[in-house]
């Protein structure tokens, strides 16, 4: 079993910034993908960014630059770096890790864009 614990939500002002860490511990062979995922209200979730252990990098496509994923493989933590966020960005961000075949998911945070 892995555990995911996520952290760093949180209300912001349109414009501005946050960090969201994700940490994965428990037993577990090799981590392959480590990402993030989000959910808006009243909408489906959605990729926002994942990273292989590679290195390979992917962002959906509303990220325009705006966000940036990095991960430490020795230390099983994937960090979300969110710059100009709008409201529109407000959602539940949630952490995402496969190892082989098994899917992980965090609990989740709140990420509201406010004024």
């Known amino acids: 079993q892995v555990q995911l614990v996520e952290s760093g939500g949180g209300l912001v002002q349109p414009g501005g910034s946050l960090r969201l860490s994700c940490v994965a511990s428990?037993?577990?062979?090799?981590?392959?993908?480590m990402g993030w995922y989000r959910q808006r209200p009243g909408k489906e979730r959605e990729l926002v960014a994942v990273?292989?252990?590679?290195?390979?990098?992917t962002y959906g496509l509303f990220v325009k630059g705006r966000f940036t994923i990095s991960r430490d493989n020795a230390k099983n933590t994937v960090v979300l770096m969110v710059n100009s966020l709008n409201p529109e960005d407000t959602a539940v961000y949630s952490c995402?890790?496969?190892?082989?075949?098994?899917?992980?998911w965090g609990q989740g945070t709140q990420v509201t864009v406010s004024s």
């Open positions: 995402n890790v496969r190892a082989g075949a098994d899917l992980y």
């Open positions: 428990g037993s577990m062979i090799s981590i392959d993908d």
């Open positions: 990273k292989t252990r590679g290195g390979l990098t």
